[in-house]
């Protein structure tokens, strides 16, 4: 199997037709059916439902193309470091994690690396930490940015400063904006919005005494900022970080925290073993220079 038939089979996921897909890769559109019969007898599996208006990829096919999509970012990834400028700082860092605050630190080093070599281009990925972790393990990031409670014990890492303060993003005309913290007993029976992480949801079972089936979950998210526009509109409350939705004058909501206090560690992580081109390498230097 080659890159370029990869490339080929992704043409035709992504256009959705054979036809449009053989004018945009500027091959014959036998040369590009014969291309994928090959790629089908390869695997011995049906990749395409080939319909009478388009063609869409069978449960085989949806597998195979999200390791073609990896396969050949990490193809790019390889062909841009091998054929850079070695006098000169270039290439690519990607670094991946959830939405925090705390994500500022990263984003201050990423903005004065920038100064000091601007050849080299950042690449943010925004996950929960399943999505991170598992682009770290594929080899798609350089860094992965981890919050408390989480096991990095395949990783090396250090942890960052502060910490993130968990609690309950509301309305500010709810009753409960009143009160200074939040308890367990105040959100019983409430609609609650919560992450769809396990580990959270372990992390929150603790607080509240026993698991979080005692909470009225009825929406969860991998990512707050969709669900804070649900709190908005009155549709429950959301269990997140603090400062990572706006609670300014101008917004409708506000940020409670729990009580008892809820706080969770920042980790920046790396596959062990790992061997870091000469930007990542800087990256971290200059992270390390910024925390001391």
């Not at 054929?83 to 925090?100: A, C, H, P, T, V």
């Not at 009753?175 to 769809?196: E, K, V, W």
């Not at 991998?222 to 649900?230: C, E, G, K, P, Y």
């Not at 990572?244 to 790396?270: M, V, Y």
Request: glycine share 6%.
């Amino acid at each position: 199997m080659e890159i370029r038939v990869l490339e080929y089979f992704l043409a035709i996921a992504r256009e959705e037709s054979i036809s449009k897909a053989a004018e945009v890769l500027h091959i014959t559109q036998p040369t590009l059916s014969r291309q994928m019969k090959e790629l089908e007898d390869e695997f011995q599996k049906q990749l395409f439902i080939r319909g009478n208006r388009k063609i869409t990829l069978t449960k085989d096919g949806i597998i195979l193309k999200q390791y073609a999509q990896e396969i050949i970012t990490l193809t790019q990834k390889a062909e841009r470091e091998l054929s850079k400028n070695q006098e000169e700082l270039s290439g690519d860092i990607y670094i991946g994690g959830g939405e925090s605050a705390s994500m500022r630190l990263i984003m201050r080093v990423i903005a004065s690396m920038q100064k000091m070599h601007p050849k080299i281009q950042f690449h943010l990925f925004s996950g929960n930490a399943q999505d991170v972790a598992d682009k770290l393990e594929s080899g798609l990031l350089d860094f992965g940015i981890f919050f408390d409670p989480v096991n990095l014990s395949q990783y090396d890492y250090f942890t960052l400063p502060g910490k993130e303060v968990m609690g309950v993003l509301m309305r500010k005309d709810d009753p409960l904006a009143q009160h200074d913290a939040i308890t367990p007993d105040m959100l019983r029976n409430q609609p609650i919005i919560l992450s769809d992480q396990d580990i959270v949801k372990n992390e929150i079972a603790g607080w509240i005494g026993g698991n979080e089936r005692k909470l009225n979950i009825k929406v969860t998210y991998n990512l707050i900022h969709n669900s804070a526009l649900l709190v908005e509109e009155g549709g429950g409350y959301a269990l997140t970080f603090n400062n990572i939705i706006s609670t300014d004058e101008n917004s409708l909501l506000c940020f409670k925290p729990l009580s008892p206090q809820l706080e969770d560690g920042i980790h920046i992580a790396w596959k062990k073993y790992h061997l870091f081109s000469k930007q990542a390498e800087r990256f971290l230097e200059l992270l390390k220079e910024e925390i001391s």
